[in-house]
């Protein structure tokens, strides 16, 4: 399976962006994780194949929204009221397992594929 993200930017606080990744395939579960500059790649948000059962970081509940179009093998992630501490490499996964989604909030981040990184800046 092979994933293409985009939709990284420059934005200010406040502001908002729509990421999305296309997939080669249709999955069981996609999602994202993030990379800050000196940190340990974490977990972001991810949905399963309908879309039904939405998982989420803490740190992102509220302010960010994971969702599928299953007729375009593509998850979307749209941010608002983003946060220079949200500034990160997002990168898109993938996975066959379809209880991946509860694993990878748990901190288990074995993921099948992984998508090229997009930049997301957030300015103060």
């Known amino acids: 399976v092979q994933l293409q993200a985009s939709g990284g930017g420059l934005v200010q606080a406040g502001g908002s962006l729509r990421l999305s990744c296309a997939a080669s395939q249709r999955t069981a579960i996609m999602g994202w994780f993030r990379q800050a500059p000196g940190k340990a790649r974490e977990f972001v948000a991810a949905a399963n194949w309908s879309g039904g059962s939405t998982y989420y970081a803490d740190s992102v509940k509220g302010r960010f929204t994971v969702s599928r179009d299953n007729a375009k093998n593509t998850v979307y992630l749209q941010m608002d009221s983003l946060k220079p501490e949200d500034t990160a490499v997002y990168y898109c996964?993938?996975?066959?397992?379809?209880?991946?989604?509860?694993?990878?909030?748990?901190?288990?981040?074995?993921?099948?594929?992984w998508g090229q990184g997009t930049q997301v800046t957030v300015s103060s």
């Open positions: 996964a993938a996975d066959s397992f379809p209880f991946s989604g509860r694993r990878w909030s748990n901190g288990d981040y074995r993921v099948d594929y």
